[in-house]
Structures are given as structure tokens and as C-alpha cells.
């Protein structure tokens, strides 16, 4: 792996592990191994690198919803996998986790792939819900929006759940309960 790559991942690691402010330049060449001066020699300070590491982080994100979004089955089928899909519960959303940081936050740079990506999945999301109910299976009185918006709160409420109670099953129960609440009348 390239040193700029080894710099991209450690700082995608530090991001979920630490917050933005947790994440210094110390700390990035250490985990990465790389010498002092090259996160300088690659990009040009802290937040080239971390909007680097946010943009992978989103991308990768982006990819494994769309896998299972985009993929084989009925809508309901779609939106369970996706729901049902393997997570590190524990450690949480590394770009959920990214809205509480107020540095981020306070940043358009930074925050702007974060936003991009919890917009696309619930964009994605909601387009499964309208499918589901142009083929009959979702009530035709549902929608889409509201639908895709419960979900991403699903998911990112079940990772604050989980992780206060240091319990993956927090997590599963909410998603159990939206599964239910969403199963077509068969």
C-alpha cells in the first residue's frame, strides 16, 4: 500500500475511533507507519487529509447500501437486507458518527460528503419504497420519503442503542421492530 494510502486509511480509522479533534497528525503517522513529514508531502494538512478519508469512507458506504439496495429480491426483500446487512454495531455508523462531531459539523468542506452520502442512502431507500408500491407490495398510501427517513434513524438510533448498552442485540431489536412495521400483508 502506497504511503498516501496508508495515510488515507489511518485516518479513516482515527475518524471512527476518535472524532475529527482525537485524530492528530501524531497519531495518523503512527498508525500509518509513515515518516514524519509525509501527510504534508501528500496533502496539504489535517483536513485535505481527513476530507480524503471522510470521501472513501462515504464511497465505501455508498457501495455496500447500493449492493444490497440495488440487488436481487422484492423491495421489502431489498430493504431487510439492507437492514439485516453486517455491521461492526459496536463501533457504530463511521459516518453517523461523523454528525456528532462538531468540528465536522462546523466545517461545509468536511460535513458535505457526510450530508451527500445520508442523503443518497435515504434517496436510494426511498426509491425501493415507491417500486415496493407500484408493484402492490407496500400500501400505496406510504411514503417513500418518510419510509427511508425512519429507517436511516432505525439504523443510526439502533448503533446509539447498542453502543450505550454495550449489546449488538439493542440494535437488532430495532431493527426487528421496523421489519415488522414494514412486512406486506401476505
Not at 459496536?90 to 457526510?114: K, N
Request: one cysteine or more; hydrophobic letters at 40%; proline letters at 5%.
Amino acid at each position: 500500500m502506497s504511503t498516501p494510502e496508508r495515510l488515507i486509511e489511518s485516518t479513516r480509522e482515527l475518524l471512527w475511533e476518535r472524532g475529527y479533534v482525537g485524530t492528530s497528525p501524531k497519531a495518523i503517522l503512527e498508525r500509518s507507519g509513515a515518516g514524519q513529514g509525509s501527510m504534508y508531502h501528500h496533502f496539504k494538512g489535517k483536513p485535505d487529509l481527513a476530507l480524503a478519508a471522510i470521501r472513501r469512507t462515504a464511497e465505501e458506504l455508498k457501495a455496500a447500501a447500493g449492493e444490497v439496495l440495488d440487488g436481487p429480491g422484492t423491495p421489502y426483500e431489498r430493504i431487510e437486507a439492507y437492514l439485516l446487512r453486517e455491521r461492526d454495531v459496536l463501533r457504530g455508523c463511521p459516518i453517523g458518527r461523523l454528525t456528532m462531531d462538531p468540528e465536522i459539523i462546523a466545517s461545509d468542506e468536511l460535513r458535505s460528503p457526510v450530508d451527500e452520502t445520508l442523503d443518497w442512502v435515504r434517496e436510494r431507500i426511498a426509491g425501493v419504497v415507491e417500486e415496493g408500491k407500484e408493484q402492490g407490495e407496500f400500501a400505496a398510501s406510504l411514503d417513500g420519503e418518510a419510509i427511508a427517513a425512519a429507517v436511516a434513524a432505525t439504523v443510526q438510533g439502533g448503533y446509539v442503542l447498542a453502543r450505550a448498552s454495550g449489546s449488538p442485540s439493542a440494535f437488532d431489536a430495532a431493527v426487528r421492530g421496523l421489519l415488522s412495521l414494514l412486512a406486506p400483508n401476505r
